[in-house]
């Protein structure tokens, strides 16, 4: 019978070691989860963050875009007008040159010269 006490005791040792070694297992994997889940709201925080960072740098781009087309359209419509200037211009030059030249080689003209 001692020999069987002395297995037995055997076992119970072993038994008790094997549920030690799981319960540092079990205890370093629970560090590991911790720290896991610690990154992970750092991170969900740094996303957070960086979301409405985004979502006003979005914002601010849409509104500058829509103030540069805004602009666009002002600059065309300018442009536009000042090119319709120009060639009234144009015209009337050309036009008040015809009548000068008209008027300088009519025989009223040429009497008052001499």
Do not use: W
């Not at 069987?4 to 072993?14: H, K």
């Not at 087309?69 to 009337?92: Q, V």
């Amino acid at each position: 019978m001692t020999q069987q006490g002395a297995v037995l005791q055997g076992y119970n040792n072993e038994l008790v070691k094997c549920i030690e070694d799981l319960c540092m297992q079990r205890e370093e994997l629970s560090k590991q989860i911790q720290q896991a889940e610690e990154e992970r709201n750092k991170l969900q925080h740094e996303i957070q963050v960086l979301s409405e960072q985004l979502d006003h740098v979005c914002e601010t781009l849409a509104q500058k875009v829509a103030s540069r087309n805004e602009l666009d359209k002002i600059l065309a419509e300018t442009e536009a007008a000042y090119m319709k200037i120009l060639d009234s211009s144009r015209t009337l030059l050309n036009v008040l040159k015809k009548e000068v030249g008209s008027f300088r080689h009519s025989p009223d003209m040429k009497h008052r010269v001499m």
